[in-house]
């Protein structure tokens, strides 16, 4: 099936450490975004990327990094530099934006927690 | 600044009413409005968007209304059932862009 698919669905984090969190899809999508989502808060965008091998910051960059090196795959690493990472995380893709609109389609989500 | 807001108090109704949920914003001009369904711990599901030239959308017993003047959209669910629970997020596009931003969600509880 078609979708979008991210891991791990829990992770834990230690003080000063980096973790990544992947994110696949196979629905050929060419945009890809992260967004982080706090218990009671909206959907806030870290980064996305339109093409492959370009990619930019959203609202809350800081102590993120992505990297888009294949259409499919949009990698986000959170780095120690993040001094709150603890959340849920979301991956999603669209098809190129036209006039017609944008429908974002989203993964399941990775949750992470510092220990 | 820019604000979506959406009601943050849960909205409790009976199994076979109608729900409305309603997002205001202020600061933007939204070329497009979507709604999005997120069940608890999973990713949204997108529901309809409504375009800023359009009154009113539906999807079954989906209806969506769009105000540019009032700045406001308004989600109904009609005849609503204990499996429409959820949290329904709105999320808007500027013009020019192609990136949503999306309100906090509000909780709806359909009681059987």
């Known amino acids: 099936d078609g979708g979008i698919t991210q891991s791990p669905k829990y992770l834990f984090r230690k003080e000063g450490q980096n973790v990544t969190l992947s994110c696949e899809q196979n629905?050929?999508?060419?945009?890809m975004y992260w967004y982080r989502q706090d218990p009671g808060q909206g959907l806030r965008l870290i980064y996305y990327s339109q093409i492959v091998n370009d990619f930019q910051k959203g609202d809350i960059a800081e102590g993120y990094s992505v990297s888009r090196e294949k259409k499919e795959s949009f990698p986000l690493t959170v780095t120690s530099a993040q001094k709150n990472p603890t959340a849920f995380y979301l991956c999603?893709?669209?098809?190129?934006?036209?006039?017609?609109?944008?429908?974002?389609?989203f993964g399941e989500g990775s949750w992470l927690t510092v220990v | 600044s820019q604000k979506i807001e959406q009601n943050s108090e849960a909205l409790n109704i009976q199994e076979g009413k109608t729900a409305t949920l309603t997002c205001n914003y202020t600061?933007?001009?939204?070329?497009?409005l979507q709604w999005y369904r997120q069940d608890p711990g999973r990713g949204p599901v997108f529901l309809l968007l409504?375009?800023?030239?359009?009154k009113e959308k539906r999807k079954e017993r989906l209806k969506v209304t769009f105000d540019t003047t009032l700045k406001q959209s308004l989600f109904h669910i009609t005849a609503s059932q204990p499996a429409d629970s959820a949290t329904y997020l709105c999320?808007?596009?500027?013009?020019?862009?192609?990136?949503?931003?999306f309100g906090r969600g509000t909780s709806l509880i359909v009681h059987p």
């Open positions: 999603a893709s669209s098809i190129v934006p036209g006039p017609s609109g944008n429908t974002i389609y």
């Open positions: 409504i375009r800023e030239n359009e």
């Open positions: 999320a808007l596009v500027a013009g020019g862009s192609y990136i949503p931003t």
């Open positions: 629905l050929n999508h060419d945009a």
């Open positions: 600061n933007y001009s939204p070329a497009y």
